[in-house]
């Protein structure tokens, strides 16, 4: 059974930034791409980021230049570095399976505010 938990969100000011991570099990973490997506208040699901089992990345335009996902496979983790955050990336963040939000965690909010 896919499990993610994600933590590292909190309150931070316009230009900071924060480092999301995100625990995974139940699945064979490394043979899977892995995915960001996000959620802002009364909006859908937004994907954000992708990285394939071999460690190449995509990323939305929205946050293209700004966001960096990595992982470690030996660790079952995935990471993503937010930097130059905006009030529009206030939103509570998830890591998942699939682009659509499909096998996702908990999430981890992420308000950007001064």
């Known amino acids: 059974q896919v499990q993610f938990v994600e933590s590292g969100g909190g309150l931070v000011q316009p230009g900071g930034s924060l480092r999301l991570s995100c625990t995974a099990s139940?699945?064979?973490?490394?043979?899977?791409?892995l995915n960001w997506v996000r959620q802002a208040p009364g909006k859908g699901l937004e994907w954000i980021s992708t990285i394939s089992s071999l460690g190449k990345t995509n990323y939305a335009d929205s946050v293209k230049g700004r966001f960096t996902i990595s992982r470690d496979n030996a660790k079952s983790m995935l990471y993503l570095q937010m930097d130059s955050l905006k009030p529009e990336d206030t939103a509570v963040y998830y890591c998942a399976t699939d682009r659509d939000g499909s096998n996702r965690g908990p999430g981890t909010q992420v308000t950007v505010s001064s």
């Open positions: 139940g699945f064979p973490f490394s043979r899977f791409f």
